[in-house]
């Protein structure tokens, strides 16, 4: 049985590949006897996609042999990186696709420039509007992936002002491209949606979002997860804001991604079934959270990767962490 995308549940599912993409994915399908085939006992969902980690700070093989065949990585420097995403786009490459914004725009001495985890070049620090729009276009023209990361993080020190923050945003915006933010501390979010961010990469834990401002982030603003890293296995009072925060959200139509922080403490590499159940706790149905991980169905001419599990995930999300197959881009990267 299998999980093709929204909605599509297909009993005895065939998966039908070539070079890299899919030819055909549903059931009741009959494979002629030259065709290789590969015989799973399992339950079948797309493979999953990380929207937050710093891949630089975890193993690649790891990571896709644990389920994850595509990750963005929000924030790590552009010599290390993009060529390490570069590599990913290869046949053979022992990790996920990887698509990586580079450093994250910030102000001088601001947040992460002083950062134990982040190696030099993390952070892009700017002074003024025209070098805040001078870094989107530098960064987007490095990155090709369309989104610019900034940070706002007033708990670890300065932050950009209005008038650099809305330039960072106007400049993206006129380029086609998003902006997600790394927003902590009291202000910062009602901040980042007054100058037209699009998307928060945490969601908000260090306050309690009056039920006006959830409402004008959820009329326009996505939400990466990340959950679990605010509670490392217990519960905590940042943990229970930016659950209370989501819920809220949630209920006022807006729109949540998978995103772990991969890279940061014990974040385990490949499915994290703990952040799975954070999200379904937060208020996602279990079909909800499941289309949160993986973002793009099986179906004709997408990306061939997949995963197959050993008990149905409809039935107790537990199952996201017994695999029984990683297929990345046509390749059998696990199978047990």
């Known amino acids: 049985m299998g999980w093709l995308g929204p909605g599509r549940f297909v009993d005895d599912v065939v998966v039908a590949v070539d ?54 990585d929000l924030g790590w420097p552009p010599d290390a990186v993009f060529p390490l995403a570069d590599a990913s786009e290869t046949p053979g490459f022992e990790g996920p696709l990887i698509r990586a914004v580079g450093p994250m725009i910030t102000c001088r001495g601001g947040y992460p420039s002083r950062a134990g985890w982040a190696p030099s070049g993390t952070a892009l620090e700017v002074g003024g509007p025209d070098l805040a729009a001078e870094a989107v276009r530098q960064v987007l023209k490095e990155s090709g992936i369309g989104v610019v990361k900034i940070a706002l993080n007033a708990d670890e020190g300065p932050t950009l002002t209005d008038e650099e923050l809305v330039a960072v945003c106007d400049t993206a915006h006129q380029m086609e491209a998003r902006v997600t933010c790394h927003a902590e501390g009291r202000g910062q979010v009602e901040r980042a949606l007054g100058a037209g961010v699009d998307e928060f990469a945490h969601c908000p834990w260090s306050e309690t979002l009056s039920d006006e401002l959830i409402a004008g982030v959820a009329a326009r603003m996505r939400i990466v997860s990340t959950l679990d890293i605010l509670s490392r296995g217990s519960d905590t009072p940042e943990l229970r804001r930016a659950t209370d925060n989501l819920n809220r959200y949630l209920q006022a139509g807006g729109q949540v991604t998978y995103g772990t922080d991969l890279g940061n403490g014990s974040i385990p590499p490949g499915i994290h079934v703990g952040e799975a159940w954070h999200l379904h706790r937060a208020g996602l149905s279990t079909e909800g959270v499941i289309e949160a991980m993986t973002f793009r169905p099986l179906e004709k001419d997408e990306p061939a990767d997949l995963v197959a599990l050993a008990a149905n995930p409809f039935e107790d999300l537990d199952a996201l962490g017994d695999l029984r197959l990683v297929v990345r881009a046509g390749r059998i990267v696990r199978s047990n």
């Open 19 to 72: 070079r890299g993409r899919i030819e055909f994915a549903g059931g009741g399908a009959t494979v002629a006897a030259d065709v290789p085939v590969v015989d799973v006992d399992g339950f079948v969902i797309p493979g999953v996609v990380d929207r937050h980690v710093h891949i630089g700070l975890s193993e690649p093989g790891a990571v896709v042999a644990g389920g994850v065949t595509a990750v963005r």
